[in-house]
């Protein structure tokens, strides 16, 4: 794949002009499929990891079309939201399609481990928020970093947490994920000596109004250093993990020159 540097030791050493050179920055933007999706190749570059495709309410033929085309420019092409009448379906098209069911997501290529330290900590409150922690959790893995999975550790019986008090004490970022009540972030963020996200699930009795309850309960905690994603966006919390554990190795290596 052709990235921007290249490009510009390619205009420095004389192999191509500046005019070629302006014109492979421009297809670099983004390259259509179809008449129903645009892909962005550079997103790598700004944020860290390649445009994801969101599978939900998109067609196997669709979801096939736009990874054939990532497949030319990213190592690690992901779908989320997937169902797994949907993934038999592309995997007619791409063959060596991997599918991670509880999660939901499709994935090709493997990825680079990071070249930085740190790891990212998942913990659930009940076993039925396994769906979203597993989008986290894959999502992790997938952009190289180290996963820690608890399981199964909410408040109800709080002991389960406490045993585990170590790997909240080890943590270099923690994503919590619940539903229900969403107490869980609120117990760990007042425990925990890192930057914790709470993933609140649409897990829950009528009045957790499809995870509601859970989203407003951990936007009003008051555990300092906690902050929140959207309901069931596993995907979304996994991403800000690592952009933290980047940023953090980022400042690192400044504080090196």
């Not at 690690?76 to 038999?88: D, H, Q, S």
């Not at 992790?140 to 970093?145: Q, R, T, V």
């Amino acid at each position: 794949m052709e990235t921007l540097q290249t490009i510009l030791e390619a205009v420095s050493s004389g192999y191509i002009t500046p005019e070629t050179a302006r014109s492979k920055i421009k297809a670099m933007g983004y390259e259509s499929v179809a008449e129903f999706a645009k892909i962005d190749h550079q997103r790598q570059g700004r944020t860290g990891f390649p445009e994801v495709i969101w599978g939900q309410d998109k067609t196997s033929e669709q979801i096939a079309q736009i990874m054939e085309v990532m497949s030319k420019h990213q190592s690690v092409i992901m779908a989320t939201r997937v169902e797994v009448k949907i993934y038999e379906e592309i995997k007619q098209i791409i063959p060596n399609l991997r599918y991670y069911p509880i999660a939901r997501i499709c994935a090709l290529g493997n990825p680079k481990s990071q070249e930085i330290f740190g790891k990212i900590t998942i913990l659930t409150a009940g076993t039925s928020d396994l769906p979203v922690a597993e989008e986290a959790a894959i999502t992790g893995e997938l952009m190289g970093f180290p996963v820690q999975r608890l399981w199964d550790v909410g408040v109800s019986g709080v002991h389960r947490l406490l045993n585990n008090r170590h790997l909240l004490d080890e943590a270099d970022v923690l994503i919590v994920v619940a539903g229900m009540e969403g107490a869980l972030p609120s117990v760990v963020g007042g425990l925990a000596n890192c930057p914790v996200i709470g993933v609140p699930t649409s897990i829950g009795y009528g009045a957790s109004f499809g995870g509601l309850s859970a989203l407003l309960a951990m936007l009003n905690s008051c555990a300092a250093g906690l902050g929140v994603v959207n309901i069931d966006n596993g995907f979304g919390a996994a991403i800000l993990a690592g952009q933290i554990l980047r940023t953090a190795a980022r400042i690192a290596a400044k504080s090196k020159l």
